[in-house]
């Protein structure tokens, strides 16, 4: 079982940045790949990147591939999303996820997070 909490989500001014974080509890924490989606009003979940659980391989939606960016600590049980040159529709609720598998956590992972709401003002 893995818990998941994000934060670091906000109103920022189109063109602007912002750093989510998600801590995950429990012992293995590096044995999971990591993902983050959003749900924009109205839309559908979509997934936005991933993140391998040691090596660091990573994939991104094409709408975010060069301006997002995704890390983990292993030592710290956290996975980052770095966003930069926010648009306004990058407007979304962001969710963390956890899988055991790199299929599973762009397709439909195990576990998610509760979401942070992400606001960009045009």
């Known amino acids: 079982q893995v818990q998941l909490v994000e934060s670091g989500g906000g109103l920022v001014q189109a063109g602007g940045s912002l750093r989510l974080s998600c801590a995950a509890s429990?012992?293995?924490?590096?044995?999971?790949?990591m993902g983050w989606f959003r749900q924009a009003p109205g839309k559908e979940r979509e997934f936005v990147a991933a993140?391998?659980?040691?090596?660091?391989?990573?994939i991104y939606a094409d709408s975010v591939k060069g301006r997002f960016t995704i890390s983990r600590d292993n030592f710290k049980n956290t996975v980052y999303l770095r966003m930069n040159v926010l648009k306004p529709e990058d407007t979304a609720v962001y969710y963390c996820?956890?899988?055991?598998?790199?299929?599973?956590?762009?397709?439909?992972?195990?576990?998610w997070g509760q979401g942070t709401q992400v606001t960009v003002s045009s």
């Open positions: 429990g012992r293995t924490f590096s044995t999971y790949a």
């Open positions: 993140i391998t659980g040691s090596t660091g391989l990573t």
């Open positions: 996820a956890a899988d055991n598998s790199w299929v599973g956590v762009r397709k439909g992972p195990d576990y």
